[in-house]
């Protein structure tokens, strides 16, 4: 009597890198368990290497607002001595300690970052600085001003006018 064996073959794409690898085995029924626990440790390697990549994000801050958020974060969740979270923050043990009282008293607003830089300033061109004017000389206000330059598709703020004006 010949024995006949039977054999299994399984193909899946991975995750690797960047892209994707195409994995193939062939084996004997009771080899595909074994095999489906190293895909997925090797699935979980490249996760985690891949996904958890981005931690530098949270452990080396670069906006001052984010620094202070996770120095509080360290300081309040980790709960972290003032000492160990302004080394590895860059902060003094005085600093870290005003932090926790401002954000303790409600003085801190982490819910919009300052922007970083100047904000720069969109430009009125010499034809609409005529046009703000000859509509001052009619006695119309800045508002009124800002609402006829608006109807006209230009979206110019009372503000803008009024420094205009000022010139």
């Given at each position: 009597m010949?024995r006949h064996?039977?054999?299994h073959?399984?193909?899946?794409?991975?995750?690797?890198?960047r892209?994707l690898?195409?994995?193939?085995?062939?084996?004997?029924p009771g080899?595909l368990?074994y095999?489906?626990n190293i895909?997925?440790?090797i699935?979980?390697?490249?996760?985690?290497k891949?996904?958890?990549?981005?931690?530098?994000?949270?452990?080396?801050?670069?906006?001052?607002?984010q620094?202070r958020?996770?120095?509080?974060?360290a300081?309040?969740?980790?709960r972290?001595?003032?000492k160990?979270?302004?080394?590895r923050?860059?902060y003094?043990v005085?600093?870290?300690?005003?932090?926790?009282?401002q954000f303790?008293h409600g003085?801190?607003?982490?819910?919009?970052p300052?922007?970083?830089?100047r904000?720069?300033?969109?430009?009125?061109?010499?034809?609409?600085?005529?046009k703000?004017?000859?509509?001052r000389e009619?006695?119309?206000?800045?508002g009124?001003?800002?609402?006829?330059?608006?109807d006209?598709?230009v979206?110019?703020s009372?503000?803008t006018?009024?420094?205009?004006l000022a010139?």
């Amino acid at each position: 009597m010949s024995r006949h064996m039977s054999f299994h073959y399984v193909s899946m794409i991975v995750p690797y890198g960047r892209g994707l690898m195409t994995v193939e085995v062939i084996g004997p029924p009771g080899s595909l368990c074994y095999f489906n626990n190293i895909i997925i440790d090797i699935i979980n390697v490249i996760v985690y290497k891949y996904g958890m990549g981005d931690a530098t994000y949270f452990t080396h801050p670069v906006h001052d607002w984010q620094r202070r958020y996770e120095a509080l974060r360290a300081s309040l969740v980790e709960r972290l001595p003032a000492k160990v979270v302004a080394e590895r923050f860059g902060y003094t043990v005085a600093y870290v300690h005003f932090l926790k009282y401002q954000f303790l008293h409600g003085q801190i607003d982490f819910s919009e970052p300052v922007p970083e830089g100047r904000i720069q300033r969109r430009r009125v061109s010499g034809d609409m600085r005529q046009k703000i004017r000859n509509w001052r000389e009619q006695r119309l206000s800045a508002g009124e001003i800002s609402g006829l330059l608006s109807d006209e598709g230009v979206d110019i703020s009372v503000r803008t006018v009024e420094r205009v004006l000022a010139e």
